[in-house]
T-cell receptor
Framework: ELKVEQNPLFLSMQEGKNYTIYCNYS?????LYWYRQDPGKSLESLFV?????AVKQEGRLMASLDTKARLSTLHITAAVHDLSATYFC??????FGAGTRLTVKP | DSGVTQTPKHLITATGQRVTLRCSPR?????VYWYQQSLDQGLQFLIQ???????AKGNILERFSAQQFPDLHSELNLSSLELGDSALYFC???????????FGEGSRLTVL
């Protein structure tokens, strides 16, 4: 059975701190997706990682993909309150991880 | 605006009833995905259609059915509704090359 596992599921951090969210998946895949969901809202695409070693950055967020380890990371640098949301990773057949609920506190 | 349109945005109904949720994908996208999101179950993949044909099936109950029409819009039919069917139902369409999903705003279903 295909599994997409994220950790941590809940993350409370202070503004200015760094942290990493991990996404492990059980299928062979050369691509992975990250999405963001604000409370009560829809999901929006953050990153599309299309190959092994892919790294993408947008503002304070950076995502990377290691297809051999079946691992993707979403690194948060110097967190700000606006990053508070739930972050999901997903594999190409569109199974999603459980999501990481991030809360950034002043 | 993702370009994916879902209707209705909100729906309140009673147990045992039947509802239909509608989705129009982004212009040019052939794939439509349906997801259910409830508080205790996360984002559950229900079903995928590609150009009118069922492509993949996830945790979709037998009481639920879907179809994609020639104009590529899709409908999700939920019947014999139970309290536990209360959830946010998302439709998404995918880009042809990257495969990333573009989500509609969702249909919030409340079963009383």
């Amino acid at each position: 059975e295909l599994k997409v596992e994220q950790n941590p599921l809940f993350l409370s951090m202070q503004e200015g701190k760094n942290y990493t969210i991990y996404c492990n998946y059980s299928t062979t895949s050369d691509r992975l997706y990250w999405y963001r969901q604000d409370p009560g809202k829809s999901l929006e695409s953050l990153f599309v990682l299309l190959s092994n070693g892919a790294v993408k950055q947008e503002g304070r967020l950076m995502a990377s993909l290691d297809t051999k380890a079946r691992l993707s990371t979403l690194h948060i640098t110097a967190a700000v309150h606006d990053l508070s949301a739930t972050y999901f990773c997903a594999v190409p057949d569109m199974r999603f991880g459980a999501g990481t609920r991030l809360t950034v506190k002043p | 605006d993702s370009g994916v349109t879902q209707t209705p945005k909100h729906l309140i109904t009673a147990t045992g009833q039947r509802v239909t949720l509608r989705c129009s994908p982004r212009s040019g996208d052939l794939s439509v995905y349906w997801y259910q999101q409830s508080l205790d179950q996360g984002l559950q993949f229900l079903i995928q259609y590609y150009n009118g044909e069922e492509r993949a099936k996830g945790n979709i109950l037998e009481r639920f059915s879907a179809q994609q029409f020639p104009d590529l819009h899709s409908e999700l039919n939920l019947s014999s509704l139970e309290l536990g069917d209360s959830a946010l139902y998302f439709c998404a369409s995918s880009g042809r090359f990257s495969g990333e999903l573009f989500f509609g705003e969702g249909s919030r279903l409340t079963v009383l």
